[in-house]
């Protein structure tokens, strides 16, 4: 009853740090053009406002195995929340500099979480992986999702300005803190009592390097998609405020996906599983090109595989045959993948530009994703021969 216990006390405090890893991100664009005029801030500034995280999660994704060598998983966990705190709070204190200096904070908590957790997945629920890794990712969806809902409304309704609607996601991390306290000073889990491998154990072997690029690959794709949905729907006629409801759309659809794909990334039929969601989307993509209908049913689509493409990249670090090797694998394939993912919308509106269409910018898309399904089913597969090579030789 007691292990229960502790097992049910995790759950809430894994599910509740994902709840803030992706919000205080999302509330920003809503508000952006209040922040902009407030700040006084230029359109490179402004336009720093939503990339700066990404590099963020880059960036200091590093720093999360050497803090989970030196403390441990769950003590690593409180320890993140310090920065998420003082980065809201600060991001809404005063002018242009602090809402920068609490943003960079706010990327060092989320991108430690962002490596953690599926590291702390792996380590405390080895038998239930693909379910508690599904509830984790949606969780992140709806994160995403919640941030840009509420931001409007606690100003509309409230009377709020935008350092309100923004610091009010303070008071969830401040609740989380006594729970992770008490998460933190409980014994640690079954461990072997070998500390978590560093980089230098991982950056020689392929499989590390192919979920890096598998990560890069899916990310940029999605957030090309985020960035120039609106613009592609709104080429074909369709008003900005039906764009702006189809992103919504896309973003909410990618939780069924979310949910189910972590029970076939690394399973049997994992290449089966992994060309159907990206074949999917790889047509979808194409759909963008045909006209108001088909862009729309192709939006839609696209948003039912994204959920998919992003949870499946998790399994895949997760799911490591050894535990002490996530989080080293996680700082690796998130660490450079989402820099390298920071490329996505702006070599699409590049080309879009060079080309003065959608033709060559949607094709490049279509083979990217096309390229994810010979990647993502060869590490699938892989992974799950080495899970069933280890259970026979247990």
């Known amino acids: 009853m007691r292990r229960f216990g502790a097992g049910a006390l995790m759950i809430v405090g894994v599910i509740a740090v994902a709840a803030l890893l992706r919000a205080p991100i999302t509330a920003v664009p809503p508000a952006l053009a209040e922040i902009t005029a407030d700040l006084q801030l230029s359109a490179a500034a402004a336009g720093a406002t939503t990339s700066l995280p990404l590099v963020c999660f880059g960036v200091f994704a590093f720093l999360a195995p050497l803090l989970i060598a030196r403390h441990g998983l769950e003590r690593t966990a409180l320890l993140l929340l310090v920065p998420l705190l003082l980065g809201l709070l600060l991001r809404s204190a005063a002018g242009a500099a602090a809402f920068f200096l609490g943003a960079v904070l706010l990327g060092v908590g989320i991108a430690v979480g962002n490596v953690l957790l599926p590291a702390l997945i792996r380590a405390r629920f080895a038998g239930q992986v693909a379910v508690v890794m599904g509830v984790y990712v949606s969780t992140l969806q709806l994160s995403g999702a919640a941030g840009s809902a509420l931001t409007v409304p606690l100003q509309e309704v409230l009377g709020w300005s935008w350092r309100g609607a923004l610091a009010v996601w303070a008071v969830p991390v401040l609740a989380l803190l006594p729970l992770w306290f008490v998460i933190a000073r409980r014994p640690g889990g079954p461990a072997s009592g070998r500390l978590p491998v560093g980089l230098g154990h991982v950056v020689g072997r392929r499989m590390p390097w192919a979920i890096t690029l598998f990560l890069a690959l899916q990310a940029g794709v999605f957030y090309a998609l985020l960035t120039w949905i609106p613009a592609q729907l709104t080429s074909h006629g369709i008003s900005a405020h039906a764009a702006g409801l189809a992103l919504g759309a896309f973003s909410l659809l990618g939780l069924p996906g979310a949910f189910i794909s972590p029970q076939f990334a690394t399973g049997r039929h994992a290449r089966a599983y992994i060309a159907g ?56 394939a998130q660490g450079i993948g989402y820099l390298a993912a920071a490329a996505g919308p702006v070599a699409l509106g590049l080309l879009h530009e060079a080309s003065d269409g959608w033709l060559w910018p949607d094709a490049l898309l279509a083979v990217t994703v096309l390229v994810l399904v010979a990647l993502g089913g060869a590490i699938g597969s892989r992974l799950h021969r080495a899970h069933a090579f280890e259970r026979i030789t247990r």
């Not at 192709?298 to 990249?313: D, R």
């Not at 399994?315 to 002490?324: L, S, V």
């Open 277 to 332: 969601a990206y074949g999917l989307q790889a047509l979808a993509t194409l759909l963008l090109l045909v006209g108001p209908t088909a862009a729309l049913i192709g939006t839609l689509i696209c948003g039912l595989t994204q959920g998919a493409g992003f949870s499946i990249a998790l399994t895949f670090i997760a799911d490591q045959p050894d535990p002490h090797d996530v989080p080293a694998v996680s700082a690796l």
